[in-house]
């Protein structure tokens, strides 16, 4: 577990799949995560996968949930997502970030991306991540550059164009 000055980070537990699937049916979420909301065993699925990263590579995705509140917020972290974009994309570190509408603007993606990344490079000593996003996404581009990623490509992935992007922390930093 990760504790920020807001928020919690956690492997997923089944009690989050509810909360999981509100999130991913939320027009406003699901805009930018393929244009159509998750159904219910699409949600099952990607939790059990989440759990699964957590179990063989030691590493993955975090639900995130606010102190304060107790609240599932949503997730972030690093996996392995096999996408099969070639050499300088897989067998990287993937980022990823999705957290409910509520929060969005509110900085709570970046206090806890930033955590996990922390978490990731202290625990994993790797120095490179790689992310995939839209476009379109400008907050999340923005977001991204906050982190440090760079763009270095652009691929199709599904169907869509995507801005591919890497992070790489000083090898002395680490």
Request: with cysteine; charged share 20%.
């Amino acid at each position: 577990m990760i504790e920020t000055e807001r928020l919690l980070l956690r492997p997923y537990v089944l009690a989050e799949y509810q909360s999981y699937l509100a999130m991913c049916a939320d027009p406003l979420v699901f805009k930018f995560l393929g244009g159509r909301p998750f159904s219910a065993d699409d949600a099952w699925h990607r939790i059990l996968r989440y759990a699964g990263h957590w179990s063989m590579l030691n590493y993955g995705i975090f639900a995130v949930i606010e102190k304060n509140t107790g609240e599932y917020i949503g997730e972030t972290g690093i996996a392995d997502f096999h996408r099969g974009l070639g050499n300088a994309f897989d067998g990287y570190g993937e980022a990823s970030w999705t957290f409910i509408s509520r929060v969005h603007g509110r900085g709570f993606a970046l206090e806890a991306a930033g955590a996990a990344h922390q978490w990731y490079t202290d625990n994993l000593r790797q120095n490179r991540t790689v992310c995939l996003i839209d476009p379109v996404n400008t907050a999340s581009l923005k977001m991204a550059g906050r982190l440090g990623y760079n763009a270095f490509d652009r691929r199709d992935y599904k169907g869509q164009s995507l801005v591919v992007l890497e992070r790489t922390v000083p090898v002395s930093l680490i």
